[in-house]
C-alpha cells in the first residue's frame, strides 16, 4: 500500500520529467549498487549516475566526509 501512496504523490507533485528513471517505482532507499521500493522489492541500479556507480549508495566513508564538510562550509557562490 506504500508503494501506492507515494507513487500517487509523485503523480500530484513531482514534474513529469523527473519520473522517467524509476517509474513505476516508489524508491525508499538505495545500498551498494541497488535500490529498493518501500515494500522491499529489490532492484539492480543499473541507470545509476557517475557518482553512486563510482562510490555506491550507502557509502558511509562518503557520507561522513560530505558530513563534515557541511558542518565547516554548507554553501559557496560560484560569483
Known sequence: MQNEMWLQKDNDYV?????IRFY?????RG????????NDK?????SAGWAVANIR????????ALKG????L???SNI
Open 74 to 76: 554548507s554553501f559557496s
Open 57 to 64: 549508495y550507502g557509502n558511509s566513508k562518503m557520507a561522513q
Open 15 to 19: 514534474s513529469n520529467a523527473m519520473k
Open 31 to 38: 545500498q551498494g549498487s541497488k535500490l529498493y521500493e518501500y
Open 42 to 46: 529489490e532492484y539492480l541500479d543499473i
Open 24 to 28: 513505476p517505482a516508489a524508491v525508499k
Open 69 to 72: 564538510q557541511y558542518e565547516t
